[in-house]
């Protein structure tokens, strides 16, 4: 018998990979560990329609490991995992569903600790806490997330030769939502020149208004000819076709998987454009919940998310050092933690 899933986990280094099933919910659910070596595992809870059980598998796996990675190139005592319910939120979705998921997490004694994500919110995560602790179910890590993008780009400015003045520097934020929202309310009180787009207009029309931004059409947000090109909203944004038409000189945003393939980091620097890699610019909302964990203040998270400027200009020092991109860069630096000898 060939063992397709265990040679996945092999190769993709995972540790562990929980299929449960409830009789009485027709819960069917995974917890993925990636590497614990820094610390327990945090990640989503996602809960999705999806196609298939490779689908559910593939994309716990694959959200696992970024979470891997962001934790070590974050400096956080974290390891990378991830859960997924195989379901349709709006009609699966029970309190006795959530209270089963949640006593299979249970059964990882704390090495796995939850957070919501597409398809479960705060309150789900209460539930599933009454069964399972720690669970992250306090605070939105969303405006640290996007403060720690304001740092990654205030950082790329200076690696260009700029002094880190946001002033008249002209952003794309690709996605109104909690962290585009949030990025692009930083940038203003910056004033920085703003484009917004968001796929639900009434979303991009609100943030605009409230920012004093320009709303563009969506289709083409990604090819904007921009200083900086914030990707907020799904993954994917860089592939063949618009490695070819981008118009920025930056990509640095809050989305997680900007590149399609791992090739495009290289394709990015030869085109001349500074990609900051998404894992390490987009991890301030972790920082804030591994500080919340810690029973910490926000002064003291905030301090710690702005920070992130220095890890993204470190990245690029090492990655113009090297010869490299500084998702290379980067993905050396995160696995230096995680293997150092
Ligand atoms: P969200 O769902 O609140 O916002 C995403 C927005 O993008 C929505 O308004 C949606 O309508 C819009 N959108 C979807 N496709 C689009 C397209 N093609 N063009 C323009 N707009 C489009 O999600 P969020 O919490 O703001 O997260 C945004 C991204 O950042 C996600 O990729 C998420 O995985 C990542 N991320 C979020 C956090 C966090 O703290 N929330 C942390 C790290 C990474």
Redesign the pocket.
Same mark, same amino acid.
């Given at each position: 018998m060939t063992s397709t899933i265990f040679e996945r986990l092999r190769s993709g280094g995972f540790e562990q990979a929980l299929f449960s099933h409830d009789t009485e919910t027709g819960l069917r659910s995974l917890v993925v560990s990636h590497d614990t070596t820094l610390g327990p595992a945090l990640g989503g809870v996602r809960m999705y329609p999806y196609e298939d059980e490779t689908a559910a598998l593939e994309d716990g796996l694959r959200l696992a490991q970024a979470m891997t990675l962001k934790a070590a190139a974050a400096g956080l005592d974290l390891g990378g995992g991830w859960s997924v319910i195989i379901g349709d939120p709006a009609r699966d979705k029970t309190e006795a569903l959530l209270r089963a998921h949640g006593r299979f997490i249970a059964t990882l004694g704390g090495r796995f600790i939850p957070v919501n994500?597409?398809g479960t919110t705060q309150a789900d995560l209460k539930v599933i806490g009454t069964e399972a602790a720690p669970v992250c179910a306090d605070g939105?890590?969303?405006p640290?997330?996007a403060l720690g993008v304001l740092e990654g780009i205030r950082a790329c400015l200076r690696a260009t030769g700029g002094d880190g003045d946001l002033r008249g520097v002209r952003v794309c934020v690709?996605?109104?939502? @909690?962290?585009?929202?949030a990025l692009a309310r930083l940038l203003a009180a910056e004033s920085a020149e703003l484009l917004v787009?968001?796929?639900?207009a009434r979303?991009?029309d609100a943030v605009a208004q409230t920012v004093g931004a320009r709303v563009i059409d969506?289709a083409t947000?990604v090819v904007a000819e921009c200083d900086v090109l914030a990707?907020?909203?799904?993954?994917g944004v860089v592939d063949d076709r618009t490695l070819q038409e981008l118009r920025c000189r930056i990509i640095a945003?809050? /989305?997680? @998987?900007v590149l399609a393939a791992p090739g495009h980091a290289a394709a990015l620097e030869a085109r001349g454009i500074l990609y900051a890699p998404?894992f390490c610019v987009? /991890?301030?909302?972790?920082i804030f919940l591994e500080e919340r964990l810690l029973g910490h203040d926000n002064a003291r998270a905030e301090h710690r998310v702005r920070q992130v400027g220095e890890r993204v200009a470190t990245v690029i020092e090492h990655a113009r050092r090297s010869g490299v991109s500084p998702t290379e860069a980067a993905l050396s630096l995160a696995r230096a933690r995680l293997r150092p000898h």
């Open positions: 994500d597409v939105d890590p969303s640290m997330t690709q996605g109104a939502g @909690n962290v585009g929202a787009s968001d796929t639900n979303r991009a969506p947000a990707p907020c909203a799904l993954g945003g809050g /989305a997680n @998987n998404d987009n /991890a301030g909302g972790l």
